[in-house]
Each structure stands twice: as C-alpha cells, then as structure tokens.
C-alpha cells in the first residue's frame, strides 16, 4: 500500500513539474518573447488584405440604379520570388498594354517584398489565366464602385476608397451596411520563401442595397436647369431641393457645381459637400412667411390687417431700415400685401406686435436652430443663437431673414409644412422611411390655408410672377438675402425662390438659390424663379397632372380653357364610322372615347397626343389601327 502511494505520488510530482516548466515556457512565448515572436510571424506574412466583394447598390424610388459594382483585378508582386530577373516582367507588360514595362520597372526600383504593379484595372477572361500562370506574379478579383449616371447626386451618395471602404456621403455614413463581411487573404512565406495563398472561409456577405426617395429624372431636370441658370449668371453656386411634404421624401436635392465621383482626383473637396445640408446661408425674404404663420396662429393679425409702412423708411435703434427695393415708398398695406410686395417694414411690425418670445416658440417648431434630422452626413443646425429676448433690431432683421442663417433642408421643410396643411414633417432621403413618416401637427390648417392664399398672391400680382406656369396656380415667395463677405460685411446677393403648386393631385416643395450671380440681375424673380418653374413643369408633366384645374385659376384662364373645351372636345366624335380627332387629349381622355367605338389603337410616348394616324374625320371599320403619338405638353 505505501509503495502504491509513493508511485501515485511520484506521478503527481511529475506531472506538476511538466505542467509548471509548461507554464514557464508559455510565459517565455506570450510575455517575455511576445515582440519578438510577433515580428517574427509578421516576417513571414507577406501580405494581408480585407475583400469586400459584395458591396450593397444603391437605387433610386422606382429602382434605377445610382451605385453599383463591376469587376476589375488588382496585380501585385513579391520581386524576390521571380526568376530571371526585371527582364522576366516584359511577360507581364506584353499581356497587359496599359502596364508598359517602362512603368513596371519604375514601381519596382529597389523593392524586395510585395509591390502593387496595378489597381482596380479591368482584364479579359484570357488575360486573367495568362496571369496566373506568371510565377512570383499575383492577381486579385476585386470590385470596383461605379456611379452609372456619373455628377448625379454624387453629393449625396459620395465616393469609396481604393479598398472600397465609404468615404464620403452614403457611401460613408452607412459603409457598414453597405461593406457586408470582408474575405480576407493572405499571403504567407514558406520554408523556402515561397508565397502561400491563404483564404478565409468567409466568402462576404450580409451587405445591404440603400433604396432612396429619391426620383432619378427629377434628379436629372433640378440640377440641369440649377447648372444653366449658375452659369448664365455667372454665379458661385446654387441649390436645389424637392420634397414631397405629405412624405418627407426628398425627391432631388443638389448643388452646382459637382463632380464625378468616377473621376475623384479632377474635382475639389468643396464641390463634393451637399451645401444645402451642411452650409447656412441666410434665408431672406423667405423667411418672412415664418413671421406671418406664427402672427396668424397666435391670433395677432389677420389677412386684411393693416400696417403703416413708412413710405419706405423706418428708424430703430439709430438705423434705418429700408425696403428691398429702395424705389418704393408703401403706406398702408395689408398683410396680404406686405406678403406680395415683400415689405420688410410691414413684417417688422408684425414681427413687433407678435413680440420674440412667441415668435422664437413658433420658429423652434420649424426647426430653426436645430438639425431636422436628414440622413445624411454633415447636416448643419444652421445659426440661430438668441436668449429669451432681442434687441427690436434683431428682431427686425430676424423677421425678414438677416441676422440668422438656415439651410436648405431647413427652409425647404419648413415650407412642407406650409403646402401640407400645418404638419411638421422629418425630411429623409430613404424610402422605407418615406412609407412610415406622419408629421406632427405645428399650427392649424385654418393658418396654412390664409398663407398659402397669400403665397399665391405673391406669384399671380407680386414679386413671384416669374413661377407662374399657365392653367396652374402656384404658391411661393421669393428672396434676395445679402451674401456674407468673408472678411465680414456682405458682398453681393443670393437670389432664391421656395414654392409648390396648389390643389395637385402628387404634391411638392422646391426651394432653388443662387449663390453671387453676377450683373444687374439679382433678384430672386429674375434668377431663382425661372429654374423653380422649369423644374416644377417637369415634376407637374411627370405627375400627370395636365388635367388639373385649380380652384384659384385665374378668370383668363378659365375662359382659354373654355374655349379648348367647346372648341375641341364638342368635335371629337361624328359617327361611328368616322376617326375622331385625339389631338391635345391625354391617354385617359383618348381611352374614353375608344371604349365606345369598334376599333385597335396603339400608343407611342407619354404626355397628351401630338399627332395620329390615320388623320381625323377619315373613314374607319373594325380592322383599322390607330397610332396614336404623345409628346409632353409645352408652355409659352
């Protein structure tokens, strides 16, 4: 028994000192001879790289594609490895033309370890296997980012690396989506200083594809006609929003000039921002449509309230504040008209009757002073910095935009809220989110509908005439806010024009500026109002409204259109047997009158019908098939 326990024992000796000398050497290795070991095992990875080769797309609202990804092959080499020296590389440049062996020799001037000879470069299929058959030459399958419609919206979307990592705009913000999981590789140096190639199990996955609010060819159209009228007027810049205000959704937004984010080294970091999210401005007489609402909602004013305008001149505080045009000289307006000739004096005396206590409760309610919380990078809160009270000057200025700065976003939600009936709703660029947003309630819809009879005021008799577009009534207000100097002062004018169209069918929001034109034009009527009115034909022709009859139209355009209606439709049908005329009607219209007669028709184009064959008032029968052409409407 006692030599049993001896042996029991001398085991249990045995074995403790192995497993102490174990832990001693496993000290050695973790601690002692950690840096060592690590540099030791880093001597032997040649390289290491992270693949992310399914990197979610990008797409508009009906599925267009704005981000994607093509194939391309990156090259890199391990000099030491390859026999016959930089001789051995014209093998190489004869297979690749791009790589001529004058640029491969140069790459490689005094290297040893691995060397990338080429990135993101496209290769055919038989260029690819000639490649890997180079020995000491490595190829890797890698995917590249392509913005198929190149300058659009790449302010929004924003760019990727050479690693396809985000590093910009979307691209940036939701990079972890977008990346899924990488495939790693590596390559490790055998015994003999071979390269291995190593690759993880993981092959990438779970990256998510963005769709947006966003309409491709409303996209295109805003930045088209923001391009031509920045560079009709010699301009710095400018900026254009569209917003649908039921949903939030940001149907296009932009600023000129831009970039291609496929050709990132011609462009500059200050054309790849969305200034309309990140730069404040000041706002100008748009804003003063924010002192009328919370005047109206806290029971203040009313439409036909008067005010006494100075014949042009008020003093406060020592200063003078004068009218935007010094030319004219009001007495008494009304609010209405104080809205449609854009008295600055009549808001600021509005604005002193509402006191800034109210007035600043209301302006919180815009989100003046505060981010709306756009999904995108970089959103300014803009500059609204004020305690409890202001002097009456700066209230002054408040009420016509000065002494404050906003952005475009803000302005443009703002009058969302304005165009939906009194709902403050979070403008967002996703469409998921479009589907889920409802708003809350910031004034009453009795307030929103005395100002947007106003705003309409200001289109059809006031300083807006310019965003009229005929058999439409559109609401909006102009501006031409002073341009900060950047040694202080102002230096020039930012002309803008913020307005929608009313009682449509699809509603929308566009706010435009442009940002130091140059000449004697610089009135938002003049420069900003004419690119809202092209945009806004588009959006009115793509909606499909041309059938729209407003209830604010104008007595002359109900008497043209009165004349289309006994002088058109009152001839369309005579007989059965006859063609009817279908010039100037849209395809619902054209549709009515087939289901009453025997005959085939085909459709060509979108918009109202331009021409047709066979022409009208010929002779038909049951196999006769009509053509019918549509074009878009056209305005003078």
């Known amino acids: 028994m006692n030599n049993e326990r001896k042996k029991i024992f001398f085991i249990f000796v045995v074995f403790a000192a192995l497993f102490f000398l174990l832990l001693c050497r496993a000290f050695q290795l973790q601690v002692i001879n950690r840096k060592e070991l690590i540099a030791y095992s880093e001597s032997q990875t040649l390289r290491t790289s992270k693949v992310y080769p399914f990197r979610g797309n990008i797409y508009d609202r009906n599925g267009s594609p704005l981000a994607i990804n093509i194939q391309t092959y990156s090259i890199f080499t391990i000099p030491k490895n390859v026999k016959g020296g930089i001789g051995y590389y014209k093998k190489l440049a004869d297979i690749v033309p791009k790589l001529s062996f004058s640029k491969i020799k140069k790459k490689l001037f005094n290297r040893k370890r691995y060397t990338w000879l080429a990135r993101k470069i496209t290769l055919t299929k038989e260029q690819v296997e000639r490649i890997k058959k180079l020995q000491g030459i490595y190829i890797e399958s890698v995917p590249k980012r392509l913005y198929p419609n190149h300058e659009l919206l790449s302010q929004v979307l924003g760019f990727t690396g050479i690693d396809n990592n985000g590093l910009a705009g979307l691209e940036y913000l939701f990079d972890k989506e977008l990346s899924g999981k990488p ?7 055998d015994a003999k200083g071979r390269a291995l190639k190593f690759e993880s199990q993981e092959i990438g996955g779970d990256a998510q594809n963005l769709r947006l609010t966003i309409d491709k060819d409303l996209q ?16 710095v810049g400018g900026g254009i929003g569209i917003m649908n205000p039921e949903t939030g959704g940001i149907l296009a937004v932009a600023n000129y000039p831009t970039y291609d984010a496929n050709k990132l080294h011609l462009s500059t970091p200050k054309n790849r921002k969305l200034a309309f999210v990140s730069d404040p401005l000041e706002p100008g007489s748009v804003f003063k449509a924010l002192t009328v609402v919370s005047a109206l909602e806290n029971k203040i004013i009313r439409p036909d309230t008067n005010y006494y305008c100075e014949k042009g001149k008020l003093k406060i505080d020592n200063h003078i504040i004068g009218e935007a045009e010094q030319n004219k000289h009001y007495e008494w307006l009304s609010v209405n008209e104080i809205m449609k000739y854009s008295s600055n004096i009549g808001v600021t005396k509005i604005a002193f009757d509402l006191t800034f206590p109210v007035f600043d409760e209301t302006l919180r309610k815009f989100h003046i002073g505060r981010k709306t919380g756009i999904e995108l990078p970089g959103e300014s809160r803009g500059i609204y910095n004020f305690g409890k009270n202001v002097s009456p000057l700066s209230l002054s200025n408040i009420s016509f935009g000065q002494g404050l700065a906003t952005t475009g976003i803000q ?3 703002a009058y969302s809220s304005i165009a939906n009936g009194g709902k403050y709703v979070r403008p967002t660029i996703f469409l998921d989110q479009e589907q889920s947003n409802k708003g809350k309630r910031i004034f009453s819809k009795d307030t929103a509908s005395e100002l947007v009879k106003m705003l309409v005021s200001v289109v059809e008799e006031g300083t807006g005439s310019n965003a009229r577009i005929p058999s439409f009534v559109m609401a909006g207000k102009t501006s031409t806010a002073q341009r900060p100097a950047s040694n202080g002062g102002y230096d020039g004018y930012i002309p803008g024009f913020i307005g929608f169209p009313v009682n449509v069918k699809n509603k929308f929001v566009i706010y435009v500026y442009v940002d130091g034109p140059k000449g004697a034009s610089y009135y938002g009527n003049t420069v900003a109002a004419p690119v809202f009115r092209e945009v806004a034909k588009y959006v009115l022709y793509k909606n499909k409204e041309f059938s729209n009859m407003v209830k604010y139209a104008k007595e002359k355009d109900l008497n043209y259109l009165d004349f289309v209606k006994t002088s058109k439709s009152s001839t ?17 219209s054209a549709w009515n009158i087939f289901s009453k007669l025997n005959f085939k028709v085909r459709h060509k184009g979108i918009g109202i019908v331009r021409r047709q064959h066979p022409k009208p008032g010929q002779r038909i029968n049951d196999k006769t098939v009509v053509t019918l052409y549509y074009e878009p409407p056209e305005y003078e």
Do not use: C, H, W
């Not at 295109?220 to 301009?235: D, G, Q």
């Not at 369309?572 to 619902?588: A, H, M, S, Y």
């Open 220 to 235: 295109s159209v805003a930045e088209k006609f923001l391009k031509l009228a920045v560079k009709k007027y010699k301009a």
């Open 572 to 588: 369309r049908t005579n007989g059965p047997d006859v063609l009817p005329n279908f010039i100037g009607l849209d395809k619902i």
């Open 183 to 189: 495939k790693i590789t590596k390559y490790i140096q």
């Open 411 to 413: 302005m443009l939600a």
